[in-house]
């Protein structure tokens, strides 16, 4: 199983970016999104269930980001809007075959993408 996170760039603040996210294999129950800048641990963005009806977002992303899963296409998505440069992170997609609840952290997901790289300039 892979995920193949793609979609980061450079970005002036106020801008939108849409990162995606691929994976192989069978469907995962929950996706996750998280990021990590530098020196600072990794935190939760986003999460969506297998139905897409659940999910969950950090404070600091709320009103801004959105996330959303084709699973037709094995894909989560996550849509930034009005992006900060407290934004600015490398962005992790991360899958889970559970499915008690929307999981927000680290720990409960099995599976993650590379990163992708998210800039945003002030």
């Known amino acids: 199983v892979q995920l193949q996170a793609s979609g980061g760039g450079l970005v002036q603040a106020g801008d939108s970016l849409r990162l995606s996210c691929a994976a192989s294999?069978?469907?995962?129950?929950?996706y996750g999104w998280f990021r990590q800048a530098p020196g600072k641990e990794r935190e939760f963005v986003a999460a969506i269930s297998w139905s897409g009806y659940r999910n969950a977002y950090a404070d600091s992303v709320k009103g801004r980001f959105s996330i959303s899963r084709d699973n037709a296409k094995n894909t989560v998505y996550l849509q930034m809007f009005s992006l900060e440069p407290e934004d600015t992170a490398v962005y992790y997609c991360?899958?889970?075959?559970?499915?008690?609840?929307?999981?927000?952290?680290?720990?409960?997901?099995?599976?993650w993408g590379q990163g992708t790289q998210v800039t945003v300039s002030s």
């Open positions: 991360a899958g889970t075959y559970n499915s008690a609840y929307v999981y927000t952290s680290v720990g409960e997901y099995d599976y």
């Open positions: 294999g069978r469907t995962f129950s929950n």
